[in-house]
């Protein structure tokens, strides 16, 4: 399939789209959270397969599958969405947003430092935690999803998440309320 | 998710993108089980949806074909207002709250300002002032452009529109106001191989109102750009045109790009504050025949203009119908709508079905005056069912409801679920997840969104 969309084949993009663009619009849709319309998510998963054919020759299937590429391009269109929808939804003037604007763009910067040490950090739970963890917190699945394909109980899913996110919270000296997380 | 999860949620969404391509090579998670995930997720098939995602995006890779090909450019148009539609209703929410305040209705026409290509008319003291660029300034660059869509300079702040085709994305540039360099910097954007950005300055510094700016956009020196003092009120009524149609005001104001070309924005005024337009159908609403369309005089009908200049579904262009044919009317046979703070009175509850088993439904509620009936729930797996629904769809009616979302009652948000609609629009059946020991569905309807009949007839003079 990724060698046909190298050649520019629209059959191929189409096959990909049937294959994964149900599971591409759920991504969207949890990380619209309820913002945005239908049309908004399916526009996103238009616009990440249009990323996805445009861009095919930074995939690197080294990497990983092409899945999930097209996933990790899907969840950051969501994001822009959804930072755009909440934006313009809070806007309250011009000069308003004027001002949001500078501060938001400052708010979402992580240092590479932290970015560096999350990703460690992360890369330190065991399995199933760490995929537990990467598809709870990264793609934003449902607990009873998850639960389903770990063969767990929702319960026993929501205490392995609880331990990774102590864990993280000591390591990174964040407390609940949001100390040293930047908000969105 | 809970507050403390929505927290680890934020810091994870703030991991750059590329750093998390990267980091994938490494396997940072075991990615075979996405493919499980899919197996899980299959089960709710949601083949329109499938089809629609398909459609805009091969439609999308064809744009070199567009230029000919009339339905084709209208599905392009739909992608670029859709684009936008979010930031043009917010935008249009806040100028529909301000309509509506008694004392503003009184002193309307004093304080009103066109923005041209900001979509925006705002509301401001008489003596406030307020310079804009007329007319959207465009640069070639190698086979692209750069478009300077817009640029407000005003006392309380300033803005600055820029679209790009085929040019790299620009986060920020420097703008000469003045005798003095400020920063700019995108707090709004929308990117797929063509963007749009939307830029305020980045500190707290106000930009001084000026009647001249130079952009420094990549090492590029645009300008010195002209600037004029926006049009108020009175200028507008002479060129602008307004009609009110189920509590909606609809105003066209026309701009004369040259060379036979005339830019429409529309701007709709509200009494309900929480309604916000979608759509005024320039991008299809549903049948292709309802859409919004250009006639002069002689009642020939102009050729809308649907390139990818397009920023707001608010926003549109079209070619004049004869050279020196300067009055036309613009016609919107319908509005696309919704209502973000409607909700139905209570909540809607239908037992849901041994797995393999359906069974008939009669629930009925109403939402925002629109009533709804679930008629018939089908249990198909354990973790899904759908639910078919009538909601009266009916182009003819003067309002009828396109679709609505659903909340539950431990959830602030509307949840996520997908539908299929009949072939002539309005919702038909609801595909929704469920727990597999669920016994019933317990919603809300909350924010409908919904089609209003008109015509509004605009008719505007190009000067």
């Not at chain 2, 990267?22 to 329109?48: F, H, N, P, R, W």
């Not at chain 2, 063509?194 to 000026?210: K, M, N, Q």
Request: proline share 3%; hydrophobic share 40%; net charge negative.
């Amino acid at each position: 399939m990724v060698e046909r969309i190298r050649k520019r084949d629209t059959r191929a993009l189409e096959e990909a789209i049937d294959a994964y663009g149900l599971a591409l619009k759920a991504l969207v849709t949890r990380i619209l959270s309820g913002r945005g319309s239908a049309e908004d998510a399916e526009e996103c998963v238009s616009d990440a397969f249009l990323a996805a054919w445009h861009d095919i020759d930074k995939y690197d299937g080294q990497r990983g599958s092409f899945r999930t590429w097209l996933y990790t391009i899907a969840k950051y269109k969501a994001l822009d969405k959804r930072r755009q929808i909440s934006r313009l939804t809070n806007a309250a003037s011009l000069q308003e947003d004027t001002h949001i604007a500078g501060a938001s763009a400052e708010q979402q910067a992580m240092s590479s430092e932290t970015e560096r040490e999350l990703i460690d950090l992360i890369r330190k739970f065991g399995e199933p935690d760490r995929s537990l963890f990467w598809l709870r917190y990264f793609y934003y699945e449902e607990l009873e999803q998850l639960a389903q394909l770990f063969g767990l109980t929702k319960k026993a899913v929501e205490n392995r998440l609880y331990r990774c996110r102590v864990a993280l919270r000591q390591a990174l000296h964040m407390t609940e309320k949001g100390d040293g997380v930047n908000e969105e | 998710m809970k507050n403390e999860e929505l927290q680890i949620v934020k810091l994870m969404d703030q991991i750059d993108k590329e750093d998390v391509m990267q980091e994938l090579k490494d396997g940072l998670y075991d990615q075979s089980l996405e493919q499980s995930l899919l197996d899980i997720q299959d089960e709710v098939e949601d083949k329109a949806a499938i089809e629609r995602i398909k459609s805009r995006t091969l439609s999308l890779l064809q744009e070199g074909h567009m230029h000919t090909q009339q339905s084709a450019k209208r599905r392009f148009l739909g992608r670029h207002a859709r684009l936008l539609a979010a930031a043009a209703a917010a935008i249009l929410l806040l100028c529909a709250v301000v309509f509506t305040m008694p004392d503003v209705q009184a002193g309307l026409k004093k304080v009103l300002r066109f923005l041209p290509g900001i979509g925006v008319v705002q509301e401001g003291e008489a003596t406030q002032e307020t310079y804009v660029l007329e007319k959207p300034y465009v640069q070639a660059i190698g086979e692209g452009t750069l478009t300077i869509d817009g640029i407000v300079l005003q006392a309380e702040g300033s803005i600055i529109n820029l679209r790009g085709r085929e040019v790299p994305e620009v986060e920020q540039f420097q703008a000469e106001i003045g005798d003095r360099i400020y920063t700019f910097r995108s707090f709004m954007r929308s990117a797929s191989g063509d963007w749009f950005g939307s830029y305020g300055v980045t500190t707290d510094a106000i930009a001084p109102v000026a009647n001249e700016i130079t952009l420094y956009v990549d090492g590029r020196t645009i300008g010195p750009l002209k600037l004029v003092t926006a049009k108020t009120a009175s200028d507008l009524e002479r060129l602008g045109a307004s009609e009110l149609q189920q509590g909606i005001r609809v105003t066209a104001f026309p701009t004369d790009l040259g060379d036979g070309l005339v830019r429409i924005q529309l701007n709709a005024q509200s009494q309900a504050a929480d309604r916000i337009v979608h759509s005024y159908g320039v991008s299809p609403i549903g049948e292709e025949d309802i859409g919004l369309y250009v006639e002069d005089d002689n009642g020939t009908k102009a050729i809308i203009q649907q390139d990818n200049d397009l920023s707001y579904p608010s926003d549109f262009r079209f070619r004049e119908t004869e050279e020196g044919m300067k009055t036309y009317t613009v016609v919107i046979p319908y509005l696309k709508v919704s209502d973000r703070n409607a909700a139905s009175a209570g909540e809607v509850v239908i037992p849901v079905p041994q797995v393999g088993s359906s069974h008939e439904v009669d629930v009925s509620t109403e939402i925002d005056g629109f009533p709804v009936a679930f008629t018939r729930i089908e249990r198909t797996i354990a973790s899904g069912v759908s639910v078919d629904v009538d909601t009266d769809f009916d182009l003819a009616k003067p309002r009828t409801l396109n679709y609505f979302q659903i909340r539950t009652a431990d959830s602030p948000f509307p949840e996520s679920f997908s539908w299929e609609d009949h072939e002539q629009g309005g919702m038909k059946t609801l595909y929704l997840a469920i727990n597999p020991d669920q016994t019933e569905l317990r919603f809300s309807l909350v924010e409908p969104h919904y089609i209003i009949k008109g015509p509004w007839r605009l008719p505007v003079t190009v000067e």
